[in-house]
């Protein structure tokens, strides 16, 4: 399939938009602090997104980059920053980060998908597709955190870490990704990847395409899509597409329309259902090789061929979760109450879509796909930038860095990996420095 590139730029317009992508003004005036206020609340989300960048970077670490490296023409107009008396202990940012208001990074980060995404042509049909997946991170073991996300249990006892369970979704073709929706994976309080998914439709573009594993082939992520103005592509498991093709039309071969109806138990399961909806769609079964059928759900009327094909591209989001949370390191996150650790949360993505976006624009200096570059090594591009951007430098300067930086990142090409390669997965063990933790079983009761 092939993605459509949008036309190479200047690297004084590329770093332009860089550079005013998130309005100081806009933040601040979101949650207005004291004129003698060092960190504001532009400052704090600049400083938890440098956090994330550099790999889960210490508090210590984002002071110690606010003292030497940030432009004093960004710093707040206050008097410690004037006669450059700012403290180098981490409680004053501590504290800023703490009461820092969750609407402020949630605009960040709308702010900075929605000018990103616009910039960039649609991936399919003139419409832009979204990747769908789940995934799970863990948190630290605090009693707060605890209860609003339960650890995982066995016959064996509970495990020591709550568990966050996400919801994402990545634009097909960039890769930028929209605000994941979170929940409590175990527990009473537990919500499925179908619940989390529905959230998510109302931050996505209209009439945009969602393209999902057979988790969400089910009748209420479908009817949900298709209310809020959406077109799904799903997989169905082999169960449920031989119970739907029973009730539909045959169209021509491996095709067919379908009414689709909730069951009893998609009745019983979701009450807000009205007992008459119905989606109406298209199933296929399209045999890609000997061991492999795709059965497909489709509401947006197209050949097999054509959806086998934009089926293909679901993989992408498992190397763009990857990237979350193991390039950025996501899967720890340090926050120690549920406030602090979503705004850790959008800080990271806040950096993924930054990150991608530079990403981006050096794919369209050398006419490739976004993907086709690497997300780590465009990322170690960037981490290195940043500090380089010292008060001493001019303008001119700095669009020159940035044009390096591009040039630099598209030449970090993936390779092209041969059709066939296959890697079953399997588990290796690893050195351990401290012996493992007992488990103590309960006593009887």
């Known amino acids: 399939m092939n993605i459509p590139q949008s036309k190479p730029t200047p690297a004084s317009s590329q770093w332009q938009v860089f550079q005013t992508i998130l309005n100081p003004q806009l933040l601040n005036d979101l949650h207005p602090t004291a004129s003698q206020a060092v960190y504001?609340?532009?400052?704090?989300?600049?400083?938890?997104?440098?956090?994330?960048?550099?790999?889960?970077?210490?508090?210590?670490?984002?002071?110690?980059?606010?003292?030497?490296?940030?432009?004093?023409?960004?710093?707040?107009?206050?008097?410690?920053?004037?006669?450059?008396?700012?403290?180098?202990?981490?409680?004053?940012?501590?504290?800023?980060?703490?009461?820092?208001?969750?609407?402020?990074?949630?605009?960040?980060?709308?702010?900075?998908?929605?000018?990103?995404?616009?910039?960039?042509?649609?991936?399919?049909?003139?419409?832009?597709?979204?990747?769908?997946?789940?995934?799970?991170?863990?948190?630290?073991?605090?009693?707060?955190?605890?209860?609003?996300?339960?650890?995982?249990?066995?016959?064996?006892?509970?495990?020591?870490?709550?568990?966050?369970?996400?919801?994402?979704?990545?634009?097909?073709?960039?890769?930028?990704?929209?605000?994941p929706q979170c929940g409590a994976m175990y527990g009473p309080q537990a919500v499925s990847e179908v619940e989390l998914a529905k959230r998510a439709l109302v931050t996505l573009p209209a009439r945009s395409i969602l393209l999902a594993d057979r988790n969400f082939g089910v009748f209420a992520f479908a009817h949900s899509a298709t209310t809020a103005g959406h077109d799904v592509v799903t997989r169905l498991t082999q169960k449920r597409f031989e119970a739907?093709?029973?009730?539909?039309?045959?169209?021509?071969?491996?095709?067919?329309?379908?009414?689709?109806?909730?069951?009893?138990?998609?009745?019983?399961?979701?009450?807000?259902?009205?007992?008459?909806?119905?989606?109406?769609?298209?199933?296929?079964?399209?045999?890609?090789?000997?061991?492999?059928?795709?059965?497909?759900?489709?509401t947006v009327e197209s050949t097999s061929e054509e959806l086998a094909q934009l089926y293909h591209r679901r993989a992408d989001v498992e190397t763009d979760i990857r990237d979350l949370k193991g390039t950025l390191e996501l899967d720890e996150l340090r926050g120690r109450c549920e406030l602090m650790v979503v705004k850790e949360l959008w800080a990271g993505l806040l950096a993924y879509n930054l990150t991608t976006q530079v990403r981006r624009l050096a794919a369209?200096?050398?006419?490739?796909?976004?993907?086709?570059?690497?997300?780590?090594?465009?990322?170690?591009?960037?981490?290195?930038?940043?500090?380089?951007?010292h008060p001493g430098l001019s303008e001119d300067q700095i669009q020159t860095r940035f044009e390096q930086l591009l040039r630099a990142a598209g030449q970090r090409k993936l390779p092209k990996r041969k059709p066939g390669r296959k890697y079953p997965r399997a588990v290796h063990s690893r050195r351990r420095k401290f012996p493992e933790h007992k488990r103590v079983k309960p006593p009887p009761t």
């Open 40 to 179: 504001t609340p532009w400052i704090v989300t600049w400083l938890l997104v440098y956090q994330r960048l550099h790999g889960n970077a210490s508090l210590n670490d984002a002071v110690a980059h606010f003292l030497l490296q940030f432009p004093h023409h960004a710093r707040p107009d206050c008097k410690r920053c004037r006669n450059q008396n700012v403290s180098a202990n981490t409680g004053t940012y501590s504290t800023a980060r703490s009461e820092l208001p969750q609407a402020v990074v949630e605009l960040a980060n709308t702010r900075v998908f929605d000018t990103l995404v616009e910039a960039y042509p649609p991936s399919w049909r003139s419409r832009r597709v979204f990747i769908l997946d789940g995934t799970t991170t863990t948190l630290a073991p605090t009693q707060e955190l605890t209860q609003a996300f339960p650890p995982a249990s066995n016959q064996h006892g509970t495990s020591h870490w709550p568990v966050m369970h996400l919801v994402v979704a990545h634009e097909l073709a960039s890769g930028l990704a929209v605000a």
């Open 244 to 298: 739907l093709v029973k009730k539909a039309t045959r169209v021509d071969e491996g095709r067919w329309s379908l009414d689709w109806k909730p069951s009893r138990h998609d009745c019983k399961k979701h009450p807000e259902l009205a007992a008459d909806a119905t989606v109406r769609g298209w199933l296929h079964q399209i045999r890609v090789r000997a061991d492999l059928t795709l059965w497909l759900w489709s």
């Open 364 to 389: 369209s200096r050398v006419a490739v796909e976004p993907r086709r570059l690497s997300f780590a090594g465009t990322w170690s591009l960037l981490c290195a930038f940043v500090p380089g951007l």
